[in-house]
């Protein structure tokens, strides 16, 4: 049961308390935190698996697995706003007290600290006493995780621990993996991924530099990920499927007053928006410059030309 070349997982160091916690409530989308921000996550490509480890003193045992949706740095408010009991934790000041503990830091009134999200969809939980063992070759100076390629050897005991974890999760009626691409766990390789709707909050947010694609506006308050496509109409959570928009601009971009050239990624003004309300010129001279909205760096990221042709023929008021 071979992937195509290079196809890796990552085994993480997994806090029992944050495993129990979403374990219980049978959570399917999680914030694998970072307290300390971290670096950008790079170990596998969004789509890959993600298994959990407990520590030695929970019996160095895989509890679950997921699939990567990216990675994002947030402040504790942000990341708690989009994930809420998905991070792992009861509440807000839960959070909060776990992070300054793992610091090894008094709180401070009014502090926001980043920290590094891992964010992860269709997880699978299973019980610690029936969870397979952590890979033989784990060396106990391994704080974080580390990851396999699934056609190495070592790689092949990960491969099969997730098959475990998936017929368990199957068996015990925790859950039934829901569209796991391709022949087993699909090819990282291909991009964009369907993301989880927390996740797809924060990574367009990342992808768009928390600006306005549309103003430039950077007050994060204001910032809304928008469909462009909506998933009640048949759109997916992916971050081609996004546009970073300030609150306002969001609703008109919804209901057809501004739209989103699918080639030159020029801004549209419909005439409805002044015939309507007699007034958008703010919106009318940005138009007229002909310049494209601001676009994400990452290719992968920048708006789909299929879905801003569906808003152009089923949202765009003429």
Not at 70 to 79: N, R, Y
Not at 169 to 191: K, Q
Not at 239 to 259: A, C, I, K, W
Request: overall charge neutral; charged content about 25%; some cysteine.
């Amino acid at each position: 049961m071979r992937h195509h070349d290079g196809v890796r997982a990552y085994v993480g160091v997994t806090d029992w308390e944050w495993y129990q916690s979403l374990s219980r409530r049978g959570a399917t989308e999680a914030n694998f935190w970072q307290p300390s921000g971290g670096d950008r996550f790079r170990a596998i490509p969004r789509g890959a698996p993600f298994l959990f480890k407990t520590h030695r003193a929970h019996g160095d045992r895989l509890v679950g697995v997921g699939y990567l949706s990216g990675w994002a740095a947030l402040p504790v408010s942000q990341a708690w706003e989009f994930f809420g009991e998905d991070n792992g934790c009861s509440s807000e000041g839960e959070m909060r007290r776990r992070i300054h503990k793992y610091r090894g830091a008094a709180a401070v009134a009014n502090d926001d600290p980043i920290v590094g999200c891992i964010m992860l969809r269709d997880i699978t939980f299973v019980p610690s006493d029936r969870a397979p063992e952590g890979p033989p070759d784990w060396s106990r100076p391994i704080v974080r995780g580390k990851s396999y390629d699934l056609d190495s050897s070592s790689g092949s005991y990960v491969e099969s621990a997730i098959h475990q974890i998936l017929r368990l999760g199957t068996e015990d009626g925790i859950r039934t993996p829901l569209n796991v691409p391709g022949p087993v766990f699909g090819d990282p390789h291909l991009a964009p991924t369907r993301v989880g709707q927390a996740a797809f909050k924060a990574l367009v947010q990342e992808a768009y530099g928390r600006r306005c694609a549309v103003t430039g506006d950077k007050i994060v308050p204001v910032l809304q990920a928008a469909h462009i496509r909506p998933v009640t109409d048949d759109g997916e959570n992916r971050v081609d499927n996004g546009l970073l928009l300030r609150s306002d601009v969001h609703t008109l971009f919804d209901r057809g007053y501004l739209g989103v050239h699918p080639v030159s990624r020029r801004l549209l003004v419909s005439q409805r928006l002044r015939s309507d309300w007699g007034n958008g010129e703010e919106f009318y001279r940005r138009a007229s410059s002909s310049e494209p909205i601001a676009l994400p760096v990452e290719r992968a990221d920048q708006p789909n030309g299929e879905f801003l042709t569906w808003h152009m023929d089923r949202r765009f008021l003429t």
